[in-house]
């Protein structure tokens, strides 16, 4: 017998370590050849590692949570004939899991420092099993099955991404959701719990922190009359066709894309560290989503050249691909303003955290009827029912005055008040 060691490869070009979201082996257990060791999270996807050798397993390196440098050891597998100590970083196979997980685009950083070398150790041994829970109705495979009894998970909380059948990307999710505190087992109403925050919660978690400590943040908040524009969307829906339904966001962008030529400090992204401002022409609009794994930003790219149809159409697509973990790192990076809401939870008005390294990003509120005093045409005014949203932006107030912010959406306004405008080139 030999012992084979799987080191971590070189995952992508200047990635420098990983973390360790999902380990699919423990010490012991037997593994085939192509068969599923763990999930490394990158800053750009979830990476799935996969065994080149068939084995049993006698080291892992880490929990999950931990991060393992690039060429360190990830396992140690006892093989039949000869081992191969000190396996080249290029062995395995490493297959991208369709299932990204950058929610802010890159900012520029100076090159990473690596981290220490990992040390694989031996592991503790294995708690005993959860009793297994089990529901006939539920359509998954008896790995799946075993994974969920191991950690305490009824399967009839977690919801399949498609088909019905529950995989393991679909616990992966369900993990990722609960340790941001989005879940509390049956059975545990009343008592403490401690949640290790990993993987993307966990990225999440340092951006939104960077962004904070690193921008001076200031908000603006403006009422909107959308009376008109709602009866526009409207009767464009009455007669939309095979086109798909549109909800304000669309003419919220057309508005937005029409008046940032005049404001091209708000499309734009700060390098604070070489102190560079870089001001777009296009507008890459990121689109803040709420998924089953956390929130994630997809891209429309060059919203400016999109009709109102067609923003629509992307919104749903990547919205769909977020949710459903089919996303790819191209979609989810390289934004230069980033759009946020709650939809019919947006509240009265918002104070969002920009998305760093960009230098604004706008809320729109839940639209709501209120009694309005309006021109009777005759010099006089009349109480009227009109729809009124707020609109929200936070702006880095090292790039962006509170003149320039309160102009913009001014200018945004004006255009969702009057929306025959948005029709017009």
């Known amino acids: 017998m030999g012992r084979y060691t799987f080191r971590l490869p070189d995952i992508g070009e200047g990635i420098a ?15 085939e050849e192509d068969g599923r060791i763990a999930d490394m999270m990158t800053d750009k996807a979830t990476v799935e590692m996969e065994s080149p050798v068939a084995g049993t397993v006698i080291e ?60 694989v150790h031996q592991a503790t041994p294995p708690k005993p099993p959860t009793p297994q829970i089990s529901h006939a109705k539920v359509l998954a495979s008896p790995a799946v099955r075993s994974r969920a009894a191991e950690l305490g998970i009824d399967l009839a909380d977690v919801r399949a991404a498609e088909d019905g059948r529950l995989r393991h990307a679909d616990l992966d999710a369900f993990l990722a959701y609960n340790a941001g505190g989005g879940y509390r087992a049956p059975g545990l109403k009343g008592q403490d719990q401690q949640i290790r925050v990993i993987g993307l919660r966990r990225r999440i978690a340092e951006n939104m922190a960077a962004s904070k400590r690193n921008i001076p943040h200031f908000s603006y908040v403006e009422e909107c009359d959308v009376t008109a524009l709602e009866t526009m969307r409207a009767q464009l829906n009455e007669h939309r066709g095979d086109k798909p339904k549109l909800t304000p966001l669309p003419l919220l962008i057309t508005a937005m894309c029409k008046v940032l030529p005049d404001f091209p400090m708000i499309n734009a992204r700060y390098d604070d560290e070489a102190g560079v401002v870089t001001r777009y022409a296009a507008v890459h609009l990121g689109i803040a989503a709420q998924t089953p794994s956390g929130l994630m930003v997809p891209v429309i790219r060059d919203a400016q050249n999109r009709n109102l149809w067609q923003l629509a159409v992307e919104i749903g697509r990547l919205a769909q691909a977020a949710r459903n973990g089919t996303a790819t790192a191209a979609e989810l990076t390289g934004s230069t303003l980033t759009i946020t809401s709650l939809g019919s939870l947006g509240g009265v008005a918002t104070t969002p955290v920009i998305n760093r390294p960009e230098v604004a990003i706008i809320g729109p509120n839940r639209i709501i009827e209120r009694p309005m005093f309006v021109s009777d045409g005759m010099g006089g005014e009349r109480i009227e029912k009109r729809k009124l949203m707020n609109i929200s932006i936070s702006c880095d107030h090292r790039v962006v005055d509170g003149f320039d912010a309160a102009s913009f959406v001014q200018a945004v306004r004006k255009l969702l008040e009057t929306p025959v405008l948005l029709l017009t080139d």
Request: charged share 20%; hydrophobic share 45%; proline share 12%.
């Open 17 to 31: 370590e990983a973390e360790i979201v999902a380990w699919h082996v423990k010490v012991g257990d037997r593994i």
């Open 60 to 119: 892992v390196a880490g929990d999950v949570g931990d991060v393992v440098a690039i060429g360190a050891a990830l396992v140690v597998i006892e093989i039949e004939g000869e081992g191969s100590e000190g396996a080249s970083t290029s062995s395995g196979r490493v297959d991208v899991v369709p299932e990204p997980v950058v929610v802010v685009a890159p900012e520029p950083s100076p090159a990473p420092t690596p981290p220490p070398t990992s040390k």
